[in-house]
Nanobody, 119 residues
């Protein structure tokens, strides 16, 4: 089994910044893409940003220029730097990893961390 644990959420004012981190641990042979998704109340979960093991990134259009995803392959971690936050960024943010766990290749999810943008 593989565990993903997020940290760094919280309450921030509009225009502020937050940095989310996620650490993967457990039976890991290889981690392919890692990413962040979010789900606001009453809405479907949506992709925020994804990064491959080689460092290629992909962002949702509304996050481009404001969010930056990065990862440390030696530590099995992925981070999301969020700047210029808006009230509409309020959501639960989930870490995701495409993992070969020695038995199969599958997606793993963290439990999520709440981000609230409000004055």
């Amino acid at each position: 089994q593989v565990q993903l644990v997020e940290s760094g959420g919280g309450l921030v004012q509009p225009g502020g910044s937050l940095r989310l981190s996620c650490a993967a641990s457990g039976s890991i042979l290889n981690i392919y893409a890692m990413g962040w998704y979010r789900q606001a109340p009453g809405k479907q979960r949506e992709m925020v940003a994804i990064i491959t093991s080689g460092g290629v990134t992909n962002y949702a259009d509304s996050m481009k220029g404001r969010f930056t995803i990065s990862r440390d392959n030696t530590k099995n971690t992925v981070s999301l730097q969020m700047n210029s936050l808006k009230p509409e960024d309020t959501a639960v943010y989930y870490c995701n990893a495409d993992v070969n766990d020695w038995t199969t290749r599958r997606d793993y999810w963290g439990r999520g961390t709440q981000v609230t943008v409000s004055s």
